[in-house]
């Protein structure tokens, strides 16, 4: 039971991680219109957090430094090859969308894909460390 959330696929489970974990009556989406917004924005943090987590597992995986910013943590594994071209652009993308929500800067629109793509980029992380020995052994 505790690994049902991974059997469903991503684009099934965030719905059902933004609006069934907490439902909002259609009551309170009226009369809180931002709400949705916010719920999304929060789900992209989170994704975010994880995603930085994955990132340091990997490069502690290399017998690299973790201590080091984002945006040092994406460019070091984009340079090892860990983090494919694709992947590294939209991270970009994101760390500055992540940089523009939590420095409260101009108003950012967080799409539900977005939040999808920062996962899935994160457990591919995940996945490729825990299926590889680490350096060195």
Same mark, same amino acid.
Not at 1 to 11: C, F, G, V
Not at 104 to 115: E, I, M, S, T
């Given at each position: 039971?505790?690994?049902?959330?991974?059997?469903? +696929?991503?684009?099934?489970?965030?719905?059902?991680?933004?609006?069934?974990?907490?439902?909002?009556?259609?009551?309170?989406?009226?009369?809180?219109?931002?709400?949705?917004?916010?719920?999304?924005? /929060?789900?992209?943090?989170?994704?975010? +957090?994880?995603?930085? /987590?994955?990132?340091?597992?990997?490069?502690?995986?290399?017998?690299?430094?973790?201590?080091?910013?984002?945006?040092?943590?994406?460019?070091?594994?984009? +340079?090892?090859?860990?983090?494919?071209?694709?992947?590294?652009?939209?991270?970009?993308?994101?760390?500055?969308?992540?940089?523009?929500?939590?420095?409260?800067?101009?108003? /950012?629109?967080?799409?539900?894909?977005?939040?999808? +793509?920062?996962?899935?980029? /994160?457990?591919?992380?995940?996945?490729?460390?825990?299926?590889?020995?680490?350096?060195?052994?």
């Amino acid at each position: 039971a505790t690994n049902e959330i991974y059997t469903l +696929s991503l684009h099934d489970a965030l719905p059902i991680l933004l609006l069934h974990v907490v439902p909002l009556p259609e009551e309170i989406r009226v009369k809180s219109p931002g709400i949705d917004e916010a719920i999304l924005r /929060a789900a992209f943090l989170q994704a975010w +957090s994880g995603l930085e /987590a994955a990132l340091r597992l990997e490069q502690k995986r290399m017998g690299q430094p973790i201590d080091l910013q984002p945006t040092v943590l994406i460019r070091e594994l984009y +340079s090892s090859g860990r983090v494919s071209p694709e992947d590294y652009q939209l991270l970009e993308s994101t760390r500055q969308l992540r940089n523009h929500l939590v420095h409260g800067f101009a108003h /950012a629109v967080v799409d539900a894909n977005l939040v999808l +793509s920062v996962i899935e980029i /994160a457990q591919r992380l995940l996945v490729e460390t825990e299926s590889t020995q680490p350096v060195g052994t």
